[in-house]
T-cell receptor, first 116, second 114 residues
Framework: AQSVTQLGSHVSVSEGALVLLRCNYS??????LFWYVQYPNQGLQLLLK??????LVKGINGFEAEFKKSETSFHLTKPSAHMSDAAEYFC??????????????FGKGTKLSVKP | NAGVMQNPRHLVRRRGQEARLRCSPV?????VYWYRQLPEEGLKFMVY????????ESGMPKERFSAEFPKEGPSILRIQQVVRGDSAAYFC????????????FGQGTRLTVV
């Protein structure tokens, strides 16, 4: 069965600093991995996803993530934090239905705060 | 939030009443997923539906909760005899058929049981 663990429920960085949000997954088959962002009282917006191919994935708003199979990790990074990045971030793995991808299993989320 | 419409955005129900949450997927999407988000927790999968079919309901509570996605019209998540513990944000997502599907999320319905 697939599962996702996000290390750190709260992360605080200064504006302009590196953002690193950690995600480890468990999956018995090659996973599809996702990062979503949620702003207060809003739905989830897809930041980026890994399906197959290049392990370094670039997303919107300057975020990127690297799939590391040996470490079962899919950490999210951004070189320079902006105040507008303050939100909650969710890592997710897609459940495999016999070769088809189905619903998403989410981590508990990491709230990112950005200090001026 | 590319076109998934959920309504109402906010719903208040008294204990024992029924709650009906609606989700209109992106046009052309035939897969719908419902998730529940409790305070300070991530999203928990509830049910995965295709048109007129429940694919996976492993996350649905055994009692009081049901979901449907009819041939015509929106998907409905129905909660009978609501209790305070049902207060949460309920999110719907939809995706097209086929592999490598990307799910688009609605803005959620925030249910408050008083």
């Amino acid at each position: 069965a697939q599962s996702v663990t996000q290390l750190g429920s709260h992360v605080s960085v200064s504006e302009g600093a590196l953002v690193l949000l950690r995600c480890n997954y468990s999956s018995s088959v090659p996973p599809y991995l996702f990062w979503y962002v949620q702003y207060p009282n809003q739905g989830l917006q897809l930041l980026l996803k890994y399906t197959t191919g290049a392990t370094l994935v670039k997303g919107i708003n300057g975020f990127e993530a690297e799939f590391k199979k040996s470490e079962t990790s899919f950490h999210l990074t951004k070189p320079s934090a902006h105040m507008s990045d303050a939100a909650e971030y969710f890592c997710a793995v897609s459940v495999n239905y016999g070769g088809s991808q189905g619903n998403l299993i989410f981590g508990k989320g990491t709230k990112l705060s950005v200090k001026p | 939030n590319a076109g998934v419409m959920q309504n109402p955005r906010h719903l208040v129900r008294r204990r024992g009443q029924e709650a009906r949450l609606r989700c209109s997927p992106v046009k052309g999407h035939s897969h719908v997923y419902w998730y529940r988000q409790l305070p300070e927790e991530g999203l928990k999968f509830m049910v995965y539906l295709q048109k007129e079919n429940i694919i996976d309901e492993s996350g649905m509570p055994k009692e009081r909760f049901s979901a449907e996605f009819p041939k015509e019209g929106p998907s409905i998540l129905r909660i009978q005899q609501v209790v305070r513990g049902d207060s949460a944000a309920y999110f719907c997502a939809s995706s097209p058929p086929g592999l490598l599907r990307e799910a688009f999320f609605g803005q959620g319905t925030r249910l408050t049981v008083v």
